[in-house]
């Protein structure tokens, strides 16, 4: 199903691509929260939605676009955990940092996951416990890399005061900023040793790139040692939480 999965987050990106390249700029609303959509967001998920629904019609489906009641999904012990566009900031920016995500959860540990960022065509994929790369057509397994000092990626559009701190007291490093879930991805593929986020994230923004990370080896935790659980709960907010090697 990997490769279906790899295909329909193309298919998203190809939607999304449309209103990138289009003349006139994207659509922007707030949600509740204050963060943005777009009708790149809109159409990505109208994707995905209809794709996992012939795929895997008895896998529920949890989407950023249409998060469903905490009624409804308390019991799930396996669903598809969807970001259609994340990093719409970077999407409005034009940066082309952003990209569409999708992860299966099982029994709250994301098995497989697929991270696509369709301006670079840049492709990230995971499942049973490997983890690729695909870069114009070439698809290469990769794994996490030790470097002294270590490349720190952290959030380009959510910096704080804790993280500033925590640099502080890390000692020799270096740092980049990127946008959305290609942070895991780079941890992922050894071109960085660790990604600290201490602002608020949701469960949608992380599974795909948990899965991608883990599946190349490294550890995603919450600052008391805790590796992140996607078992279902009422609030949708991760706790803050590092990708380290160890």
């Not at 193309?10 to 390249?21: D, N, P, S």
């Not at 700029?25 to 777009?38: L, Q």
């Not at 923004?205 to 709960?233: C, E, F, K, S």
């Amino acid at each position: 199903m990997l490769e279906d999965i790899c295909q329909l987050a193309r298919q998203a990106g190809l939607e999304i691509m449309k209103i990138y390249t289009a003349e006139q700029p994207a659509r922007v609303e707030h949600k509740a929260d204050n963060s943005p959509v777009t009708d790149a967001d809109m159409a990505a998920h109208h994707v995905i939605l209809a794709g996992l629904k012939v795929l895997s019609p008895d896998i529920p489906v949890l989407s950023e676009e249409s998060p469903t009641p905490w009624e409804q999904r308390q019991h799930w012990q396996r669903y598809w955990l969807v970001d259609p566009l994340d990093g719409t900031k970077e999407f409005i920016h034009r940066n082309g940092e952003f990209t569409v995500n999708i992860a299966l959860i099982d029994n709250g540990v994301p098995v497989a996951g697929v991270v696509y960022a369709p301006a670079s065509d840049l492709m990230y994929l995971a499942a049973e416990g490997k983890a690729w790369k695909e870069e114009q057509g070439v698809r290469t397994q990769i794994q996490v890399q030790e470097a002294h000092p270590p490349l720190v990626v952290v959030s380009r559009s959510h910096g704080d005061a804790e993280l500033q701190e925590y640099l502080h007291q890390l000692g020799e490093h270096q740092t980049v900023a990127v946008g959305s879930s290609l942070k895991f991805c780079l941890v992922a593929e050894g071109q960085a040793q660790l990604y600290p986020r201490f602002g608020p994230t949701n469960i949608w923004d992380t599974g795909a790139g948990h899965a991608v990370a883990m599946a190349a080896g490294a550890h995603i935790t919450d600052w008391q040692g805790n590796t992140l659980d996607y078992t279902p709960r009422e609030s949708f907010l991760n706790p803050g939480f590092r990708v380290t090697l160890y």
